[in-house]
């Protein structure tokens, strides 16, 4: 049965859920646009300034007659490039005219601008749009002194670019070419656009004049122009170059009285003359009323002169604690466990910390019989003028030498007993491990004594050789390497620069059994698969594509592992 092929690494794409952000809000559609600026628009500025500030035009048998402007496409540039005119449907040559086109476009590096990273850029505009819809400006925000928030629009700042364009206007005499090139001069340095959207400052060269007869007299004048430029793409790999931020609300509460403060003559007071009266005053003294109490019980040792009182504020309430003894500085306090961080005794002679008890001289004095729950360590000399009985003695020693001139030592009496070691351990004689006596440590890697009592080292086992397996043997059996193919060859074959390796003849040949092939990531079944060795160091992968249910393709992904020459 046919299996879908898996998705080579390189046509699989990363997809990033948050990078698909709306900014509608509350039902309503956001209606701005993100901001961009292409060469098109360029190019449209260029044309609507002509058309629609310039306005180009000529007399003609005392009547105006308005010059067309043209942007000249690749045919129509090459015809007048051939014929220096251009002619209409009807074999006419168009008279008078403007056709411009744009020759060139490069990086205006007076201004220079480093994105960093294109996909993400840093470097913003930022632009506010103070209320919308949902955030509007009213007599009532007004009045309730609330302050609208600010929606932000953070613009990408674009590329800046030059464009240059080359222009030829026809006239049939020298006087209506005087009208429109002084129309044309004097919009030299301002900005071309229309109103609303982008305008682009632009700088007219020098104008050349030229007079052809071609069957009809023509005034011929060529000019080139420099239009300073920005680009800015609507969105670039997903991501969108407007974002928009809104400003962070904020509440203020306020307390105000529940009746109005007037004097006798029935005017309000505690307002300034320049006051403006909004709502209710304020004053500086008020008292809370709240419909759930704060509610006062007393506790463990705790006792409360009105207990269970509930507090709304609406009467002073005065509540006295007490506990069940005294504890003054000249009173006896007794407690059933007192913990502390510190607690000192008698005038500075001794401390008791978390971990520790110290004294002022540094001398403690215990009289009597002492019981240590727990570990105990003794920083300095132990001098014991008695005997020292331990169930379990553990030495640890920075630097010590012993020497026992007779006797036994037994260390442990279970075998979850462990002993150790830092340092180097000298045994003469032998040692037994469980029960098997080691009399040495061997480094021959010829094994030739074959003891039953002697180690063998890592040098003995790196140069040892099992008997009856050449060098050549074990060298084929520890070859395995993976390579990675070079081509597919039509649909069923792919190539690999490498050699396989030859086995021994004491061994069975070298088969596609001896490797593992994977295809973009996936296993490749051995039963659809066989090799062929090539001429030349090329080593051939021949697929079934009928068995394994798949074509290779060029761009695929297969990976080989096994007995490669290196």
């Known amino acids: 049965m046919a299996r879908s092929k898996p998705i080579p690494r390189s046509q699989r794409k990363i997809f990033n859920r948050g990078e698909k952000i709306s900014r509608n809000s509350a039902g309503a559609k956001d209606d701005v646009k993100n901001l961009s600026v292409g060469i098109m628009d360029m190019d449209s500025a260029v044309m609507y300034y002509f058309n629609e500030v310039i306005k180009p035009d000529v007399e003609v048998n005392e009547e ?12 129509r540039w090459t015809q007048v490039s051939k014929q220096g005119y251009l002619r209409d ?14 020759t060139s476009m490069s990086r205006n590096d007076n201004f220079s601008v480093d994105k960093l990273d294109a996909n993400d850029p840093k470097l913003f505009y930022s632009f506010q749009k103070k209320y919308s819809q949902q955030n509007r400006f009213d007599k009532f925000s007004v009045q309730q002194n609330l302050t609208p928030g600010r929606e932000y629009y953070n613009v990408a700042i674009p590329d800046y670019v030059t464009l240059t364009y080359e222009f030829i206007i026809w006239t049939s005499y020298i006087e209506q070419m005087n009208r429109i090139v002084e129309k044309v001069n004097y919009s030299d340095g301002s900005y071309w656009g229309e109103p609303g959207k982008m305008k682009f400052r632009t700088s007219i060269d020098s104008f050349t004049n030229a007079t052809e007869i071609e069957g009809e007299r023509l005034i011929k004048t060529t000019f080139s122009m420099t239009l300073n430029g920005y680009i800015l793409p609507e969105s670039y790999n997903n991501y969108n170059t407007t974002q928009k931020y809104l400003s962070p609300k904020k509440l203020i509460v306020r307390e105000s009285t529940d009746t109005t403060l007037v004097d006798d003559t029935g005017k309000r007071v505690g307002l300034s003359s320049n006051a403006v009266e909004f709502g209710e005053e304020t004053k500086d003294i008020f008292s809370i009323n709240i419909s759930n109490g704060l509610l006062f019980e007393q506790g463990t040792g705790v006792t409360l002169s009105n207990n269970g009182f509930s507090f709304d504020g609406s009467d002073n309430l005065t509540q006295e604690f007490s506990i069940g003894q005294s504890v003054g500085t000249t009173d006896n306090v007794q407690f059933n466990t007192l913990t502390a961080n510190s607690v000192q005794i008698g005038e500075g002679t001794t401390y008791i910390n978390d971990g ?6 540094g001398t403690i004095e215990i009289t009597g019989s002492t019981a240590i729950t727990g570990s105990m360590t003794v920083v300095g000399d132990l001098n014991v003028t008695g005997s020292l009985i331990s169930q379990v003695f553990i030495t640890e020693v920075t630097t010590q030498s012993i020497d026992f001139s007779q006797g036994s030592n037994e260390f442990g009496n279970s075998l979850d007993d462990s002993q150790e070691f830092t340092g180097s351990v000298d045994i003469t004689g032998s040692f037994s491990l469980n029960g098997y006596e080691i009399t040495g440590i061997s480094n021959d890697p010829t094994f030739t004594n074959a003891s039953q009592t002697s180690l063998v080292t890592e040098y003995a086992l790196a140069n040892f050789n099992i008997v009856g397996i050449s060098t050549n043997e074990t060298d084929y ?4 390497f993976y390579k990675k193919s070079n081509s597919i060859i039509g649909t069923n074959t792919a190539s690999f620069s490498a050699t396989t390796a030859s086995a021994p003849t004491s061994l069975t040949s070298t088969s596609e059994n001896d490797f593992v092939f994977f295809i973009n990531g996936q296993y490749m079944e051995h039963d659809a698969v066989s090799i062929q060795q090539s001429d030349g160091g090329t080593f051939l992968l021949k697929v079934n594509t009928d068995s394994i249910g798949y074509d290779l393709e060029s761009d695929d992904e297969i990976l080989a592992i096994g007995k490669f020459d290196s």
Do not use: T
Request: proline share 8%; net charge positive.
């Open 64 to 75: 105006k007659v308005k010059v067309p402007c043209i942007y000249a496409s690749p045919e």
């Open 89 to 102: 449907k009807k074999r006419q040559i168009i008279v008078p005219l403007i056709a411009f086109k744009r």
């Open 356 to 361: 520790n008890i110290s004294s002022s001289d």
């Open 477 to 480: 059996l520890r070859k395995n």
